[in-house]
């Protein structure tokens, strides 16, 4: 309850239908945190769209969510560096030929490349510039076949970010 | 799309070197909410901003609303402003009751242009803008 009263800023990565998003929201409203801005992104305008109504018929007040539309958070880079409490990002994570990345279409919503990394891989050094410190955490989804154990060591060794596996479930 | 989140946006590109901000709004439609009655609401409203206030560039904030027709903003803060409740609340009302619903945002750089539909700013940019993005 402590850590979700001192929450400032909320990011979400690719918020697809908002649900992650909405769901932080209303914990952090029964928690009667009201400073919070929660900001969404995601490629694709018609899940901009559905972020918005989920939060809507949701009860979380549209005053502090914000909705744009883009490429990862490659707007919000300078302004929200060191600034993100908590970040989550469920990514394209499935692996897939190399041309079906890259739309903004709903294959946007899991096609991931090569080890289904692509999208990801492009997130990790923002992710890294966004995190505020020392208490700042990304909540991230991955499957095996992302090689979660290379991306740990990854954040550990050039951003010297701990990575700690927290749920782990059969798809 | 409000006057807090247009304070956060810039163009990152590798094209704009850093000098992708302020975006400027040319701006089709407005829509200003109400503001709140004073109340229970407007403690909430006074604590958020007091809590954002760090995290403005304030220059920018009032060009931006100047460009959306709202020129009360002073052009500095100070003290005393900071410390009243009715500066905040209006702030408050500024910042989050104001929508820009269509437009359009400019790179003063470059020139590129972000649409604005619906309320929402479509950031999307081609590939090859976004491989030198800044950090």
Redesign the interface.
């Known amino acids: 309850a402590e850590r979700l009263a001192s929450i400032?800023n909320v990011l979400e990565i690719g918020s697809g239908t908002g649900v992650s998003t909405v769901f932080l929201g209303s914990m952090l409203r029964e928690a009667k945190n009201?400073?919070a801005?929660l900001?969404a992104t995601d490629?694709n305008?018609d899940a901009?769209?559905v972020t918005?109504k989920t939060a809507k018929e949701n009860g979380v007040d549209l005053?502090?969510l914000?909705?744009?539309?883009?490429?990862l958070a490659?707007?919000?880079?300078?302004?929200?560096?060191n600034?993100v409490d908590v970040l989550i990002f469920n990514p394209p994570y499935v692996p897939t030929p190399e041309s079906e990345v890259?739309s903004?279409g709903i294959e946007a919503s899991w096609a991931g490349g090569k080890d289904g990394r692509v999208v990801f891989d492009?997130a990790i050094?923002?992710i890294a510039?966004l995190l505020s410190w020392p208490n700042g955490a990304a909540y991230i989804i991955t499957v095996d076949d992302n090689k979660p154990e290379e991306i740990a060591k990854t954040m550990m060794d050039e951003y010297g970010i701990e990575v700690v596996p927290y749920v782990r479930r059969r798809a | 799309?409000?006057l807090?989140?247009h304070?956060?946006?810039?163009?990152?590109?590798a094209e704009a070197n850093g000098k992708g901000?302020p975006l400027k709004i040319s701006a089709v439609e407005v829509r200003v909410d109400d503001a709140s009655e004073v109340g229970t609401d407007s403690e909430?409203e006074i604590?958020?901003v007091k809590?954002?206030l760090d995290?403005l560039?304030w220059k920018i904030l009032v060009k931006a609303a100047a460009e959306l027709g709202l020129n009360t903003l002073p052009p500095t803060l100070n003290e005393n402003l900071v410390n009243d409740d009715n500066f905040l609340r209006a702030l408050y009302h500024v910042l989050?009751n104001v929508h820009l619903v269509k437009g359009m945002l400019t790179c003063p750089d470059t020139g590129r242009e972000f649409p604005v539909t619906?309320?929402?700013?479509?950031?999307?940019?081609e590939?090859d803008e976004?491989e030198n993005?800044?950090?």
């Open positions: 400032r009201t400073d801005t900001f490629v305008k901009i769209r918005c005053d502090s914000e909705a744009i539309q883009c490429d490659t707007p919000l880079l300078e302004r929200l560096r600034k890259g903004d492009r050094p923002q510039s | 799309m409000r807090l989140t304070n956060t946006l810039r163009n990152n590109s901000y909430r604590a958020f809590g954002i995290m560039d989050m619906d309320g929402t700013v479509d950031f999307t940019m590939e976004c993005v800044r950090y």
